[in-house]
């Protein structure tokens, strides 16, 4: 079963109206975290899923999934509020209907090969253990550089294999957007690739088999939409996405859906005009955004087409305010007829 969903914003924790107001949340006090709200924030999980159809095909049907902004855990944990949400999800959902994903802590110092990584990787799995979380997105290293190696040998040190022997979350790694035209190494699918089939070798290597499969990726298409935008060489971009993305897709585990203009990621729902006279979005080139919108789907397509990963989370990460919870269904409604389409274009 693949499973489709949102992620949630940590700011919806801490008191955020436009996030409340987004979800239809008729809450004067904000969001206190406790389990009627989580079975009403289920309740809307459901509605989409069932009223997009995404329920009803079946043999191929989709479960229900939410992801955890960087933060939620923490905060949930601080103010003792992990079991109303353990119970509401134990409540609302049966025969592994539902699962639950959260973003890594990536803040400047805590991504990968930086200070606090270890620390924070350990800190995130360690919640992830707690929450039931079954995947847990990491960025890959920020620059322009060529940094695998030495990706490869931390992830391959005692420390951090050990870690994830005592944990069985699988780490989902994230291809990264492209930023005002500075080239980001590991916005490239390629690199990526490169990247966990020489991290699964050492593995190998080193006899832990059992961790292979423990990492995966994560296919944002909004920020492989900025790289392919910006990127000057539009035939070599090309190229790359109709060789590697399916590479890429067959090893997909999270789909963090939302699209741009390609200049900015910018994290809206797909085909969505709506909230586009807002002042944030008077930049937004609205033909390219549609163009764009389409060929998410097509990438995700590709990917979806591919199946050799089970258990895939299609989440839409278009939680840039204003936004609704319609758009999230108009959505879903989109997605569901064109996957199951037998277009191939
Ligand atoms: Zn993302």
Redesign the pocket.
């Known amino acids: 079963m693949d499973y489709f969903g949102w992620q949630l914003s940590n700011n919806m924790l801490l008191e955020d109206v436009g996030h409340l107001k987004a979800l239809n949340f008729n809450l004067k006090d904000g969001f206190e975290p406790n389990k009627d709200n989580w079975t009403k924030l289920f309740s809307k999980l459901k509605w989409i899923i069932e009223k997009s159809g995404l329920r009803d095909v079946t043999s191929k049907d989709f479960g229900y999934c939410l992801h955890f902004a960087p933060g939620i855990p923490r905060l949930l944990r601080g103010i003792s509020m992990t079991e109303p949400f353990k119970e509401s999800v134990r409540e609302n959902f049966t025969n592994g209907d539902f699962q639950l994903g959260m973003?890594s802590t990536h803040g400047d110092n805590e991504i990968i090969l930086k200070k606090q990584f270890s620390q924070v990787l350990e800190n995130d799995l360690k919640y992830a253990q707690e929450f039931n979380v079954k995947a847990l997105?990491e960025h890959a290293a920020l620059g322009s550089n060529n940094q695998t190696t030495k990706m490869v040998e931390l992830l391959t040190k005692p420390k951090i294999t050990n870690l994830m022997e005592e944990h069985d979350v699988i780490i989902c790694w994230?291809n990264k957007q492209a930023f005002r035209k500075t080239w980001r190494y590991y916005s490239s699918l390629k690199e990526m690739v490169i990247f966990l089939n020489k991290l699964r070798q050492q593995l190998s290597e080193l006899g832990k088999t059992n961790l292979i499969q423990r990492h995966k990726f994560?296919l944002?298409v909004?920020?492989l939409l900025t790289w392919y935008h910006q990127s000057k060489d539009k035939e070599m971009v090309e190229a790359e996405i109709k060789k590697y993305l399916p590479l890429f897709g067959k090893e997909t585990k999270v789909f963090?859906i939302h699209a741009n203009d390609g200049t900015k990621d910018s994290h809206i729902t797909p085909f969505s005009l709506e909230f586009f006279d807002h002042k944030s979005r008077k930049e937004i080139d609205e033909a390219v955004f549609i163009k764009y919108s389409k060929l998410v789907l097509r990438w995700l397509k590709i990917c979806y087409n591919t199946d050799s990963t089970k258990e895939r989370h299609f989440i839409l990460?278009a939680g840039t305010k204003p936004y609704s919870i319609d758009q999230y269904l108009d959505f879903a409604k989109e997605f569901k007829s064109y996957i199951y389409s037998d277009l191939t274009d």
């Open positions: 973003h997105v994230e994560c944002d909004g920020h963090h990460e």
